[in-house]
């Protein structure tokens, strides 16, 4: 069966300090994502991967990166996280080049910055 | 530009009764669209897609969907809520020049016993 692991599912950080989110997949899928979902607004795409060393930004990049090493894992960093990155996050995976491909999502990560 | 309007940040529904969920989208080119669901503490999971097959289209879990291309729409219904459908639901479309998703903010259920 298919699964996306996220590493925590719940984290409480400092304003400042940074923070990895880690996402792994066992499906061997090129595509991975990182959304945050907040209440009101869906969720909204921070960064994408189509391969190993590839990223692109989505929507809301700001104050984020990405790492992807290896083709099962994809990770969030918040160089320096403030409070407004207080939010869920999820991972995603999905096959390439078809539009109709479902994603696959790991259970989310909670995350609080005070 | 690509949008998505769910209807109803929470719906409310007697167990038994029917379920409907509305999803009006905008978009410039035939659609791929998308159901997902989200139980509680968990991440989402596809419920079922719309890929111009058909304009109805059958879920898991006894959803189904119809595309309304007059209307641009892709309602989700039910005929008869379960306790077990208390969840968000997330409209999403994707065209077909690239593949990230446009996702609608989403909709509570709740099923009144």
């Known amino acids: 069966d298919v699964k996306v692991t996220q590493s925590s599912r719940y984290l409480v950080k400092r304003t400042g300090e940074k923070v990895f989110l880690e996402c792994v997949q066992d499906m061997d899928h090129e595509n991975m994502f990182w959304y945050r979902q907040d209440p009101g607004l869906g969720l909204r795409l921070i960064y994408f991967?189509?391969?190993?060393?590839?990223?692109e930004k989505g929507d809301i990049p700001e104050g984020y990166s990405v790492s992807r090493e290896k083709k099962e894992r994809f990770s969030l960093i918040l160089e320096s996280a403030s409070t407004n990155q207080t939010s869920m996050y999820l991972c995603?995976?999905?096959?390439?080049?078809?539009?109709?491909?479902?994603?696959?999502f790991g259970n989310g990560t909670r995350l609080t910055v005070t | 530009a690509q949008s998505v309007t769910q209807l109803g940040s929470h719906v409310s529904v007697s167990e038994g009764a029917l379920v409907l969920l509305r999803c009006n989208y905008s978009s410039s080119v035939p659609p791929y669209l998308f159901w997902y669901v989200q139980y509680p503490n968990q991440g989402l999971q596809l419920l079922l897609k719309y890929t111009s097959a058909a304009t109805l289209v059958k879920g898991i879990n006894g959803f189904e969907a119809e595309f309304k291309k007059s209307e641009t729409s892709f309602h989700l219904t039910k005929p008869s809520a379960h306790m077990s459908d208390a969840a968000e639901y997330f409209c999403?479309?994707?065209?077909?020049?690239?593949?990230?998703?446009?996702w609608g903010a989403g909709t509570k259920l709740i099923i009144k016993p």
């Open positions: 995603a995976s999905s096959i390439p080049g078809q539009n109709n491909s479902p994603l696959h």
């Open positions: 999403a479309v994707s065209d077909q020049s690239n593949y990230q998703l446009i």
């Open positions: 991967s189509y391969d190993v060393k590839m990223k």
